[in-house]
Nanobody
Framework: QVQMVESGGGLVQAGGSLRLSCAAS????????MGWFRQAPGKEREFVAA????????YYADSVKGRFTISRDNAKNTVYLQMNTLKPEDTAVYYC????????????????WGQGTQVTVSS
C-alpha cells in the first residue's frame, strides 16, 4: 500500500499560484495512476487531476483545465500539482490519491489518501 504526505498548501490571493507536492512511499508508486482530489466545506470530495504511471497522460476536471498542471517524478516518488490563476472557488482541502481510475466520466480513488493540505484563495 502507498502512503502519501501532502505539502505546499496555504493562503494566496486570487490570481496567485501555489504548488502542491505529494511524497509517496511504497513499492507500487511508479505503477500507479496518481491523482488529486479536493473537498470544499459542505461539499463532496471531487476529482481535480490525474496522471498516468509514466506521466505520459494527464487528465483534468473542466473547472481547473488550463490553470492547473499535474506532474510526477517517479525517481523521487513525488506527484505535484501546479496551480495558477487561482480563484476563491478553488478553496478546499486538497488530497493526494494513490490509485485513481475512471469509470465513464467519473474518477475514483481505489487506494489510500493523504492527510490533505488546505488551500485558501482570498478575493
Amino acid at each position: 500500500q502507498v502512503q502519501m504526505v501532502e505539502s505546499g498548501g496555504g493562503l494566496v490571493q486570487a490570481g496567485g499560484s501555489l504548488r502542491l507536492s505529494c511524497a509517496a512511499s511504497g513499492r507500487t508508486f511508479s505503477r500507479s495512476t496518481m491523482g488529486w482530489f479536493r473537498q470544499a466545506p459542505g461539499k463532496e470530495r471531487e476529482f481535480v487531476a490525474a496522471i498516468s504511471w509514466s506521466g505520459g497522460a494527464t487528465y483534468y476536471a473542466d473547472s481547473v483545465k488550463g490553470r492547473f498542471t499535474i506532474s510526477r517524478d517517479n525517481a523521487k516518488n513525488t506527484v505535484y500539482l501546479q496551480m495558477n490563476t487561482l480563484k476563491p472557488e478553488d478553496t478546499a482541502v486538497y488530497y493526494c490519491a494513490a490509485s485513481v481510475a475512471s469509470y465513464g466520466s467519473s474518477w475514483y480513488n481505489l487506494g489510500s489518501w493523504g492527510q490533505g493540505t488546505q488551500v485558501t484563495v482570498s478575493s
